[in-house]
């Protein structure tokens, strides 16, 4: 059975850190694509960054430079290092089965992440 299970969000400060963690079971990480997805309230779900199953990454326009994603094979996991955290990045933190919300056919239940002062 396939699942994910996200972890780490938490309250941070403007300008502070968190690192988000996936954890995967049912499936191996380098047979599959896991994307990051956030949902703000009163917002759609838009995405954050991806790690194919070969290794690359991609991130969308607001987060490059802030966020780091990264895979560890041995423990199945995906991490979402997110630096210079501002209230914009305020939202519920998903991963998914994919690189693209229509694609993904297996979702974690969210971390909330809030940052405020």
């Known amino acids: 059975q396939v699942q994910l299970v996200e972890s780490g969000g938490g309250h941070v400060q403007p300008g502070g850190s968190l690192r988000l963690s996936c954890a995967a079971s049912?499936?191996?990480?380098?047979?599959?694509?896991i994307g990051w997805f956030r949902q703000a309230p009163g917002k759609e779900r838009e995405g954050v960054s991806c790690?194919?199953?070969?290794?690359?990454?991609y991130y969308y326009d607001s987060m490059k430079g802030r966020f780091t994603i990264s895979r560890d094979n041995a423990k199945n996991r995906v991490y979402l290092q997110m630096n210079s955290l501002t209230p914009e990045d305020t939202a519920v933190y998903y991963c998914?089965?994919?690189?693209?919300?229509?694609?993904?056919?297996?979702w974690g239940q969210g971390t909330q992440v809030t940052v405020s002062s």
């Open positions: 049912g499936f191996t990480l380098d047979d599959a694509a």
């Open positions: 790690i194919t199953s070969d290794g690359n990454t």
């Open positions: 998914a089965t994919a690189c693209t919300d229509g694609a993904a056919d297996h």
